[in-house]
């Protein structure tokens, strides 16, 4: 009889649908996931170039005007501060007033003249990455060539890239989608700026000032220990939460709904008295 067959299993969620992956999902920040998820947009990009563009001008500016600037700014600073200007110059004024801020100028360069291209926070980190791997990569470069890190250095920072540079500006990409998806509606550039976007920013150069500490302050091995067994498997969470509690490579950019009944949701109203 009909009545005595077995219920039918429950609907895959969006998550299980894309075949979600990478640790077991989380749901560690679910307020900003919301605010971040109301401003999400579908895509609608008008060429398929349009999105390769877009990550090819953040690697080039990452690479060239996201390095010039701090560069001179930093060199300025450490020859103020004289003997301990070098690591002065690396963990306060590099995470907070040049680097991350000449990255984000990057990304929001590409966002004013692609405008399509940042249409959830994935895209936006995404960016932010990318600019940070042309950084990095570029700052490499240089500091192999002028011969400020000794060349078996130079190439252990270069493979533990991923780990260092484009995760502090996979923050910086969010906020800046933030930013920008706030001005799209009116708001002036320091209304959209304030509360979470630079929250989320400064999130990054936390990451990347705490790197530079250990980096200045830890010999080799212990700094390594401590940065990527440590540290940065901390913020990885913490931005793997806030793009949706999740990777999945395949299915990256797309944006999922966050879950129903989450503690951000907002009760209705109660009834008028009687």
């Not at 304030?194 to 990054?204: A, F, Q, V």
Request: proline content about 12%; overall charge positive.
């Amino acid at each position: 009889m009909l009545s005595e067959l077995p219920p039918p299993p429950p609907p895959p969620s969006s998550t299980q649908k894309l075949g979600s992956f990478h640790l077991p999902g989380t749901n560690f920040f679910l307020p900003i996931r919301a605010k971040l998820a109301e401003l999400e947009q579908p895509a609608k990009f008008k060429s398929d170039l349009e999105v390769p563009l877009a990550f090819i001008i953040a690697f080039a500016l990452g690479a060239i005007l996201g390095v010039a600037f701090p560069l001179a700014v930093n060199t300025a600073f450490s020859s103020v501060f004289g003997s301990g200007g070098g690591w002065a110059t690396s963990i306060f004024i590099a995470p907070f007033l040049t680097e991350e801020v000449s990255k984000g100028a990057c990304v929001f360069i590409v966002a004013l003249a692609l405008p399509r291209v940042i249409p959830n926070r994935r895209y936006g980190a995404a960016l932010g990455a990318t600019t940070g791997l042309g950084f990095a990569i570029m700052e490499n470069l240089v500091f192999a060539v002028t011969g400020s890190t000794p060349g078996g250095f130079a190439l252990l920072r270069l493979v533990l890239t991923p780990f260092g540079h484009p995760v502090y500006s996979a923050f910086v990409g969010i906020g800046v989608f933030m930013l920008v998806a706030r001005m799209r509606r009116g708001r002036t550039f320091f209304e959209s700026l304030l509360g979470l976007p630079i929250i989320i920013i400064l999130i990054g150069m936390v990451d990347h000032s705490l790197n530079n500490l250990i980096a200045n302050f830890a010999p080799i091995p212990l700094n390594l220990f401590l940065h990527k067994l440590i540290l940065a498997p901390i913020f990885l969470t913490i931005l793997r939460d806030f793009l949706g509690g999740h990777f999945n490579f395949k299915h990256f950019f797309k944006s999922l709904p966050e879950p129903s009944g989450s503690v951000w949701r907002q009760p209705p109203p109660p009834p008028p008295p009687p």
